[in-house]
């Protein structure tokens, strides 16, 4: 490893850094859309298990190779498998945390655009349609989406250039605690609702009824997707940790802290949404035009939906840094771009798909290919194909193809951690349980089951 490379200051910035990359929208809205569609208690309960037994295991898989190499991905996989083309693997993440950058920018853009509004007080005294039709014309408008994308991706540069020490770990260090405050604050509040018993209830007390083999699945992506495993930002943070940190131990906190957001988001939501009889599984509905409705039903209507949208927006900026940091770190030692350089690179990349995935609501919304939007193209093929096939890869590689000796060596810290207990069961998962996972996963993602389940 270089001297001059930079490493996390700290371990709790590291772990501040790879847990916000972990905790997005996929935490905070997604993971109540799909326990709200999915019967709420079973669906956490099969979530829960395999966080266990597929997340942990691929987690642990990228933080053995970014640690024991200390390099960008292609570096990594270079240095691991000599003289093949396995580092061809690590463009399948690139592309894949380019193509997610750029559609999850214009949600990002949306969430600013909605905190402007909060703040403005333009978001209270409307109708249940009102926020409907905001919503609907907000997305047409092509200059608006555009504009709030664009603003977003500035935002994640300037945390970029600075680095991991002055930029990552710093943003990561004062967002995630707000982030959890913020949550807390809207759990308080939600617990004194007239049906709070009843959301919790929804979330907490399995109705097995529920229990198919669609939930499962269903269960099984989502714990996949929350921690972003198989795209290499858990693999290039990694490469950033000291070679005293227990690479087992941050797995399991960045898995147990991701899953805590999950579940907080859910306690934050169901009780609110069964107070006012919401669906739960509203989809985007449930962000941008029902949760604004109830909000100004809310004593202190003004201060929720400005502490909600900051929140969102926090999710947000600490996801998008770390995909973000998968090719600046490639760019920066493969192809030796100053880092201002390879940010302004990955910037300006992104704001150029990010711009035809915004205007994917609206002047190319007849455009399709494959019959999707843009927006849907970019979407489908990185969380339903990419990524998918990175997790097998990284699982397979590290269960398989990397000698045992440099895998014990990263596990134990050449000895000084212990890990003989659960060693042979984390392997399990890694050889076989997790791929198998996933490529289960990967061909529901392809529609393959659609007609079985």
Request: net charge positive.
């Amino acid at each position: 490893m270089s001297n001059e490379r930079a490493q996390f200051v700290t371990r709790i910035g590291a772990i501040a850094a790879t847990v916000g990359s972990a905790v997005g929208l996929g935490n905070i809205w997604r993971f109540p859309y799909e326990a709200g569609k999915n019967g709420g208690g079973a669906f956490l309960l099969i979530y829960i298990g395999c966080v266990l037994l597929v997340g942990i295991p691929v987690v642990v898989s990228e933080f053995i190779i970014g640690r024991g190499t200390h390099k960008n991905v292609a570096g990594a996989l270079k240095q691991l498998a000599p003289g093949t083309k396995w580092h061809w693997m690590s463009y399948m993440g690139i592309l894949a945390s380019l193509m997610i950058l750029s559609f999850y920018s214009v949600v990002c853009g949306w969430i600013i655009e909605y905190l402007f509004q909060a703040v403005s007080g333009n978001l209270s005294g409307h109708s249940a349609q009102d926020y409907t039709n905001m919503f609907n014309a907000f997305v047409a408008n092509p200059w608006r989406t555009v504009m709030w994308t664009v603003l977003f991706l500035c935002i994640n540069f300037l945390v970029l250039r600075r680095g991991i020490k002055k930029g990552i770990e710093k943003v990561a260090n004062f967002m995630m605690p707000v982030l959890f405050v913020i949550l807390l604050v809207f759990i308080a509040y939600a617990l004194t609702l007239p049906g709070a018993t009843k959301g919790l209830k929804f979330l907490f007390f399995p109705d097995f009824s529920h229990l198919s083999p669609k939930v499962a699945i269903g269960a099984m992506g989502q714990a996949f997707f929350s921690l972003s495993v198989g795209l290499s930002c858990l693999l290039t943070y990694a490469s950033y940790f000291k070679d005293s940190d227990s690479l087992a131990k941050n797995a399991t906190i960045v898995a147990v802290l991701d899953t805590l957001v999950a579940i907080l988001s859910g306690i934050m939501i169901f009780p609110v949404v069964f107070s006012f009889g919401m669906e739960p599984e509203a989809g985007p509905k449930l962000v941008f035009e029902i949760l604004p409705n109830i909000f100004q039903q809310l004593p202190c209507a003004y201060l929720w939906s400005v502490m909600f949208f900051l929140l969102l927006f926090f999710a947000s900026i600490t996801s998008t840094i770390s995909m973000s940091e998968i090719s600046i770190t490639f760019m920066v030692e493969e192809h030796q771009l100053s880092r201002k350089k390879a940010t302004l690179l990955n910037t300006g990349i992104g704001i150029a798909f990010g711009t035809l995935c915004a205007l994917s609501f609206s002047v190319l919304s007849d455009f399709t290919i494959f019959g999707k939007t843009i927006f849907d193209l970019f979407d489908f093929v990185s969380s339903n194909i990419l990524l998918p096939l990175g997790g097998v890869f990284f699982a397979w590689f590290v269960g398989w193809y990397v000698d045992k000796k440099f895998v014990d060596n990263e596990l134990t810290n050449h000895g000084t951690t212990k890990v003989s207990i659960w060693r042979r069961p984390l392997f399990f998962c890694i050889r076989y349980f997790a791929p198998i996972a996933i490529i289960i996963i990967f061909l529901y993602g392809l529609g393959l089951f659609d007609t079985f389940l």
